[in-house]
């Protein structure tokens, strides 16, 4: 964690009473805003909040669960899978397994190194998806973060998450971007690599497996763009 960092749950001091999209207002418990370390060279943006994001602040974070901890149709990270798989790979099991999260610390308070947690919007409706308006209100706020850290390696979670990132940061037209095929590829960008995943709530055993592998070996490489970075 960078060493000027007082905290890892919205270190950027960002609005936790933003009412820039009424109707969010209404159904969300909590603002959820980036999470994670400051000088991280990896940033993940999800779409939304998940059900536990909402509750703790903490983007991603999702408790296990079954028919009771399930909302509104969304798999909880120990439910069953597309293709009869069955897994408790959420994404904070995906990130303990590359080194970048202590296995020890709370699951509403993890310890990521190099790693921060964002979405597209702050807060969530369990109804339904966000729209446009609201990914547009949101997007200074994504935009403050991304400058601020100036990450190595932009990791676009889920369908969404991939159409904006890749229309903002990549010339590559997001309507020649399909998910299932960008899944653990990298895609070069405008100063940033970019890295798809499936939500890992949706992801096969195998897809999990793909991600981590090319990941890994993605860490194992110089990575770094040329951009001009303060030193970790």
Known sequence: MDA??????NPFNMDEACRNCPALCETRTTVVHGYGDVGADFLFVGERPTPGADETGVPFVDFDGGEDGTEDGEDCGNDRKPGGAHSSDGLRRLLERLGLCDVTSPTDRPVLENVYLTNLTRCRDPARPPTDEEI???????NAEIRMINPEVLIPVGERALAEIATEYTTTPADDLALA???????????????????????????????????????????RQTKGRRKR
Do not use: K
């Open 181 to 223: 095929e960008a899944h653990a590829t990298t895609i070069r960008g405008r100063g940033f690599a970019l890295v798809p995943m499936i939500d890992p709530r949706e992801q096969t055993d195998a897809q999990s497996q793909a991600w981590l592998e090319h990941f890994a070996q993605l860490m194992a490489t110089d990575y």
């Open 136 to 142: 547009d209100n949101c997007e200074p706020y994504l």
């Open 4 to 9: 000027n960092q007082r905290t890892r749950a």
